[in-house]
């Protein structure tokens, strides 16, 4: 088992910077990518971000990108969203997620065998 633990996260304004990150821990070995996930009140769950382990290759939805950056830590074996020019629209719930393959459509959430148990991330207009 795997377990993820994400950490950052809290209250900012329109504009500002904010930065989450998540520690993995347990059977590690077999996880070859890492992401972030998002859920905001009466929504379903979006994808945010992710990084494939080994060849650092990141994918961002439309409506982060180039502005998010996701990076990890292999020997520390975390990841971390760096997230600037915070709109309102990115108030959720953020889980960091993990998996053990690459298979499936990558922007959904059951492609992805763990989660954590999720940070609040609020943006103030």
């Known amino acids: 088992q795997v377990q993820l633990v994400e950490s950052g996260g809290g209250l900012v304004e329109a504009g500002g910077s904010l930065r989450v990150s998540c520690v993995a821990s347990g059977r590690t070995y077999n996880l070859v990518v890492m992401g972030w996930f998002r859920q905001a009140p009466g929504k379903e769950r979006e994808f945010v971000a992710r990084?494939?382990?080994?060849?650092?290759?990141?994918y961002y939805s439309d409506s982060v990108k180039g502005r998010f950056t996701i990076s990890s830590d292999n020997a520390k074996k975390s990841v971390s969203l760096q997230m600037n020019s915070l709109k309102p629209e990115d108030t959720a719930v953020y889980y960091c997620?993990?998996?053990?393959?690459?298979?499936?459509?990558?922007?959904?959430?059951?492609?992805?065998?763990?989660w954590g148990q999720g940070t609040q991330v609020t943006v103030s207009s």
């Open positions: 997620t993990a998996g053990r393959t690459l298979y499936g459509v990558y922007e959904t959430p059951n492609v992805y065998d763990y």
């Open positions: 990084i494939i382990k080994y060849s650092g290759t990141t």
